[in-house]
């Protein structure tokens, strides 16, 4: 694979520091540029409320955190966005405009009909929506979007699931990690010893994310699936790591044998194409009753983070239902080591020039 220069926006934040954090020995992508916004002009070791354990890397914690502005990422192919949704929406297409490919984590962009909604075992085939918005906007190379925190383990085990029994209705209850909500987040007197049933704009998102993801590119477009979902979402005191209850109502009989037994053997392109990010098993599945646990499980696989960890598969209110629990990295899987993947991807099918 070629060698691709990379930017990154919002470095300084809790997506950009895992881009920091998985980026640092990467074989091909090379990120040189960080931005951010209030932290502009400052060492990038000064600006960053470092939230790992681990040191910053040295080659980064020396660098001078740039303005969010294309210039300042000239001679980048790709430039990585963890921009807040609001500043994302008119600084990411001035990145576009000036001929970098984009990989936003930001919804601003996520449900325009012409930008790809990626994970790259699910959808490899809709980075081909880049071509028609490369004509109808004059970009060189474009945007593509990765999914909410919470849409992207669920989507994961969602997929094989519908692939092997055609679904009627999801129900989704979500409890949420801290970090989802970026730094400082949520005040600590609000969440300690508590759990917050509501999270702005999250349960449509959840729901209108999954159901793009999941649909089929047809004639240039993506036709959402057609699957019913209901979302609740809630935030509750863990750091890492966003649970996931999912039941699931099928039109056919569906065994929790079978549905294992799909998740378990699911492999999709990046695991075909052996891109570096991607894990063996996207999917792992528990058989121990209380299991996954974030703390425990949160970091699994041959990725560290990359894969959704299931659990607790069985029969829901007849043969026609499943119900289960499911567990993602929000900032690996959910964030930076989608986007990742997404360049990967975009990289060995020849989307980034
Ligand atoms: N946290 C998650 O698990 C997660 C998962 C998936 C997607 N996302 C999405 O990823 C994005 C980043 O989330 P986060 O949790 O990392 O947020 P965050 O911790 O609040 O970080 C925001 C970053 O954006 C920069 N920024 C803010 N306003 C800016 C502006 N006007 N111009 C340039 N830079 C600006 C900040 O830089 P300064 O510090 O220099 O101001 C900071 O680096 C959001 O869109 C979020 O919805 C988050």
């Known amino acids: 694979m070629r060698e691709i220069r990379a930017g990154l926006l919002g470095a300084t934040g809790a997506v950009g520091q895992r881009y920091i954090n998985m980026l640092g020995h990467h074989p091909f992508i090379h990120l040189e540029v960080l931005m951010g916004g209030e932290s502009a002009g400052k060492k990038y070791g000064e600006a960053a409320?470092?939230?790992?354990?681990?040191p910053i890397p040295e080659q980064f914690a020396r660098t001078t955190v740039q303005a969010a502005n294309p210039t300042a990422a000239k001679g980048c192919d790709l430039i990585f966005s963890a921009l807040p949704s609001e500043a994302a929406k008119?600084?990411?297409?001035?990145?576009?405009?000036?001929?970098?490919?984009v990989i936003s984590e930001a919804s601003a962009h996520r449900m325009d009909a012409d930008v790809p909604l990626m994970?790259?075992?699910?959808?490899?085939?809709?980075?081909?929506?880049l071509n028609s918005q490369r004509k109808r906007r004059g970009w060189k190379k474009g945007i593509a979007t990765t999914p909410n925190c919470t849409v992207t383990g669920l989507a994961l085990v969602m997929k094989p699931l519908l692939d092997a029994f055609p679904a009627e209705k999801a129900i989704v209850t979500t409890m949420q990690a801290l970090s989802g909500a970026g730094f400082p987040g949520v005040a600590s007197?609000?969440?300690?010893?508590?759990?917050?049933?509501?999270?702005?704009?999250?349960?449509e998102k959840v729901a209108n994310e999954a159901k793009k993801i999941l649909g089929s590119l047809r004639d240039g477009a993506v036709k959402p699936n057609g699957i019913l979902m209901g979302v609740s979402c809630n935030r509750v005191p863990v750091i890492d790591g966003h649970m996931e209850t999912l039941y699931c109502e099928f039109s056919t009989k569906v065994s929790p044998e079978g549905a294992i037994r799909a998740m378990e053997t699911f492999r999709g392109m990046p695991q075909k194409l052996k891109l570096p990010t991607a894990p063996d098993q996207p999917i792992i599945v528990r058989r121990e009753n209380d299991r996954p646990q974030p703390?425990?499980?949160?970091?699994?696989?041959?990725?560290?983070?990359?894969?959704?960890?299931?659990?607790?598969?069985?029969?829901?209110?007849?043969?026609?239902?499943?119900?289960?629990?499911?567990?993602?990295?929000?900032?690996?899987?959910?964030?930076?080591?989608?986007?990742?993947?997404?360049?990967?991807?975009?990289?060995?099918?020849?989307?980034?020039?």
């Open 49 to 54: 409320h470092w939230l790992f354990s681990d």
């Open 90 to 101: 008119d600084i990411e297409p001035k990145f576009a405009a000036a001929g970098h490919a």
């Open 119 to 129: 994970i790259p075992e699910i959808n490899p085939d809709h980075l081909d929506l």
């Open 189 to 203: 007197l609000s969440i300690i010893e508590n759990v917050i049933p509501y999270i702005k704009n999250e349960e």
């Open 295 to 353: 703390r425990l499980d949160r970091l699994s696989g041959s990725v560290p983070g990359m894969s959704a960890v299931v659990g607790r598969v069985r029969r829901g209110v007849d043969d026609k239902s499943l119900q289960l629990t499911l567990l993602s990295h929000n900032t690996v899987r959910g964030a930076a080591g989608t986007a990742i993947l997404t360049a990967e991807l975009m990289a060995a099918k020849g989307y980034l020039g």
